[in-house]
């Protein structure tokens, strides 16, 4: 055998010894076409693929989303009121006081008095029904606020202030009312009394504190969670300590009209008799845009709602001011938080909103033990109120700058002290005990809307105080008015009286009449019969008056004359509108509300298949009424009213559904996955939504943290790594499904391509390069590993498609291998790509190395004739 030949076989076996102890088996990845099909019960069983959706953001979407779609309730309001009020005919009619008599003179009420200043505030402090969420729970929160105003009357101290559990109310006696629906104070206060067992009464009389129940704003939560010793309570002597809280006496009555002057004087009697008082109101947008934008305890409310009942509020007092719509106004503690108003309370004009209409309640507590008891409320016979008014020199209400005017205090009580301020800046401008400082006189020296205040002081220690506007002019322009200052009717013939016109500061000296808006002058008499054309027409009849320094005021008289037009009647479903059929998830009011221009005589409306019901309208211009639709599926109300004249409007049919059941939903996923079920195409992703009753409104779903978007087609995810997918379902009720899964993509720009030499020598430079492309086109970066424990890091960010070069130089004689790898901007990464240089070993090393592999080998060969051999 030669030398070459040993020295290839020796070769021969070294390569195949190498060859064979470092091969590796490699796996082969195969990509497979798939479709996978996500069912919402698979995404919840599913929990290792899941994230769920942040619930916070959950919650603010789906409100945000079922107000769109006009579903009504608190949330859609912006502030909680009584949605689902049981009818009237459920309340106590035992306690209902038919004929409400007034426990004080007319004559011996003071012009102001409130609950909040009366030796003390003796309200106490203001709660938020919709905290944590919107309940329309104000018929327990009002009544409770009486109840806890009586107990620190009773107690004789203003700062008693026992807070009693609302949710006991919801949870715990709520019979006869729809918990955070709405119900009755009267109802309440009956079930508090009530010694019946279940929620008419709870076998005792009273309320815990709130401790031992707190407020959920939820009617769902069992009675069962209020405290162990939830009824204690010492009897017949309550004890301050206990946990119970009874009602000795209470009244209430439904015979009280919003708008006369009569009925106020008994409410202001009873209280100042009973304490502060629960009264149900009309709470609409108007007042609430108030509260929310006006927080001086002077701001007073002075619109009138034409809204139905559906809020229980505190009346704590009241002010008689003639500069107020009305005369004067209400003052109100309300249950939406210290926020609104001034610190929760408001003010409302007397005759507005239909308060204390519906409803009027009044507690008295358990007498306190007498050794306990405090000094109670003022003393009628040491009280102080104040009030004052005010005139010029020639006895009107209309000063001018430079001009005296006189005050004139008008305040009751043993007063001995009167403090003034006249222009609101929190200083007594006058202040003493003289005639002087009891009936000053006053004057400004400029234009402007003035705040006064009188603070009084009696003999025995106590003091009130009352602010008025005193408004100054260079000119008092006249005031326009006409009678009528609306008519509507069948008459074409109008006559017309503008003498009730009057000048604050001088005379009218003309009048100008237009009696169809045309613009031209049609009388220049005070008073004048017009006839209007034979046939049906609106018109805006106006009334311009000057006085004698050329001041003008204009009166604007709707006039409708009405022949043949009948009645409008339109659908109020859930607080929304009907401008078509509508949809909600539970029982839904219903209101319908007819307007005439000369006065509706009666009302027909029917439900499904029912009986015609009629309601009598009593000659009013504007009527309305309400019930309620519980039962799932759809209902056709048909209607139509009749004016005094003797007009029908045709019957008009609404449809309104329930339906209380929610969505259903899957997604479909098509991609090419990995033997490890990962994505590594693009995902394509298809939402199925199906009501069968009321029809699919919305899908919208959202990738990671982005926007919301509304679902119309199957979209993509082409972007590598994790995402999580939230998609959200409402239906046309507002019934709702929300799902979140995970997508796991390994995708981004392409493995590199690696140019360069596959041999070398150590000590060498040598120059590779690397290509990617982005299939977004994004810029990509790239990573080199030299394979010696070297690499480039990442480089900056060049063009896809665009080639980056490296140069590299290796110290010792083997192989290498090369590993690159391309990230584009969006942070997908792409597969290693490897290439492998050789820089060759001499043949004596290739050969000892070889035989370090095999021991005993080595041993025969360090033989001497081995040695020899190896050396020829």
Not at 92 to 119: C, E, G, H, V
Not at 138 to 163: L, R, V
Not at 548 to 573: F, L, M, R, W
């Amino acid at each position: 055998m030669s030398r070459a030949d040993t020295k290839k076989i020796v070769l021969i076996l070294t390569m195949l010894l190498i060859i064979t102890s470092t091969m590796n088996v490699i796996g082969q990845i195969t990509n497979n076409s798939y479709e996978e099909v996500i069912i919402k019960d698979d995404i919840e069983n599913n929990l290792d693929t899941m994230q769920i959706i942040n619930n916070d953001d959950l919650e603010i979407y789906k409100q945000e989303i079922v107000n769109e779609c006009g579903i009504c309730g608190e949330e859609n309001l912006g502030y909680p009121v009584m949605t689902d009020m049981p009818p009237e005919s459920e309340r106590p009619m035992n306690k209902m006081i038919s004929t409400p008599k007034a426990t004080i003179d007319r004559d011996d009420l003071p012009s102001q008095f409130s609950w909040k200043d009366y030796n003390g505030d003796w309200t106490t402090p203001v709660k938020d029904q919709a905290y944590p969420v919107y309940c329309g729970s104000c018929y327990i929160f009002g009544t409770w606020a009486a109840f806890e105003a009586a107990i620190n009357i009773a107690s004789g101290y203003p700062t008693t202030d026992i807070d009693l559990s609302e949710q006991y109310g919801l949870s715990c006696i709520n019979a006869g009312c729809n918990g955070c629906g709405g119900g009755w104070g009267s109802t309440m206060i009956e079930n508090i009394v009530s010694t019946a067992t279940g929620s008419s009464g709870n076998g005792i009389n009273g309320v815990p504190l709130e401790s031992c129940m707190p407020y959920t704003a939820t009617d769902y939560i069992p009675c069962d969670d209020k405290c162990p010793d939830w009824d204690y309570h010492t009897d017949p002597i309550l004890d301050p300590d206990d946990i119970l809280w009874q009602i000795a006496d209470w009244g209430w009555t439904s015979a009280f009209n919003y708008n006369n002057p009569n009925d106020w004087v008994t409410i202001k009697s009873w209280l100042m008799t009973y304490g502060p008082l629960a009264v149900t109101m009309a709470w609409d947008n108007g007042i609430q845009n108030f509260v929310d934008t006006y927080h001086n305890p002077t701001d007073v409310y002075q619109v009138d709602s034409s809204g139905s009942t559906n809020h229980i509020i505190l009346l704590c007092g009241w002010v008689d001011d003639d500069s107020i719509l009305n005369g004067g106004y209400w003052i109100l503690k309300n249950s939406h938080g210290t926020v609104q108003g001034y610190g929760g309370f408001c003010n409302l004009a007397y005759g507005c909103n239909r308060l204390a209409s519906s409803e009027c309640s009044w507690i008295i507590a358990e007498e306190w033990p007498e050794e306990e008891q405090g000094e109670g409320p003022v003393n009628p016979v040491e009280a102080v109120f104040s009030n004052f008014d005010y005139n010029t020199e020639d006895g009107a209400k209309c000063p001018h700058p430079d001009e005296i005017i006189d005050f004139q205090d008008e305040s009751r009580g043993p007063v001995v002290l009167w403090n003034w301020d006249f222009d609101g800046d929190g200083e007594w401008d006058i202040s003493g005990m003289g005639h002087h400082q009891q009936n000053p006189e006053w004057t400004y020296d400029s234009e402007g809307t003035y705040q006064v205040t009188l603070e009084v002081w009696g003999s025995g220690g106590l003091s009130n105080r009352l602010t008025k506007t005193v408004q100054v002019k260079d000119i008092w322009p006249p005031v326009a008015v006409s009678k009528p200052d609306y008519y509507g009717g069948k008459d074409n013939e109008i006559y017309f009286d503008g003498r009730y016109s009057y000048d604050p500061d001088g005379s009218i000296t003309s009048y100008i009449w237009d009696f169809n808006g045309d613009g031209t002058i049609d009388s220049t008499q005070p008073y004048y019969t017009y006839t209007y054309p034979d046939q049906n027409g609106e018109y805006e009849a106006t009334l311009t008056v000057y006085d004698q320094e050329g001041a003008s005021n204009t009166v604007t008289i709707p006039v409708k004359i009405d022949k043949t037009v009948p009645p409008v009647t339109k659908v109020i479903a859930g607080c929304v509108d009907q401008a078509q059929d509508l949809w909600f998830n539970s029982k839904v009011m219903v209101e319908l509300q007819s307007t005439d221009w000369s006065g509706l005589s009666r009302f027909n409306y029917k439900i499904d298949n029912g009986d015609w019901q009629q309601k009598y309208c009593q000659g009013e211009l504007d009527y309305s009424f309400s019930f309620y639709i519980k039962t799932p599926g759809v209902h056709n109300i048909q209607y139509y009213a009749k004016d005094i004249i003797g007009n029908i409007e045709s019957t008009k049919t609404s449809s309104i559904g329930i339906d209380v059941n929610n969505p259903t939903m899957n997604c479909v996923l098509k991609g090419d996955k990995n033997t490890e079920g990962v994505y590594i195409t693009p995902v394509e992703i298809t939402i199925n939504a199906n009501d069968a009753e009321s029809g699919v409104k919305t899908i919208t779903y959202k990738i990671d943290t982005g926007d919301w978007i509304e679902y119309t087609a199957p979209f993509t995810i082409n972007q590598g790594g994790s995402h999580i997918v939230n998609i959200f379902v409402i239906d046309k009720a507002g019934n709702t499904v929300n799902d979140a899964f995970t997508v796991k993509l390994e995708y981004g720009p392409s493995i590199p391509k690696i140019s360069g030499p596959s041999s070398g020598k150590p000590n060498n430079e040598y120059t590779f390069s690397f290509t990617s492309y982005d299939p977004e086109n994004n810029q990509v970066a790239y990573y080199v590993d030299w394979g010696d424990g070297t690499n480039t890091g990442w480089s900056s960010y060049v063009n896809s498609g665009k080639t980056l070069s490296y140069k590299h130089t290796w110290t010792e004689e083997k192989s290498y291998t090369i590993k690159a790898k391309a990230k584009d901007s969006n942070g997908a990464e792409s597969d290693w790509a490897t290439q492998t240089i050789s820089l060759p070993k001499t043949k004596y090393f290739m050969f000892q190395r070889f035989l370090n592999n095999f021991p005993v080998l080595q041993k025969l060969l360090s033989l001497a004739f081995f040695q020899k051999l190896i050396k020829i």
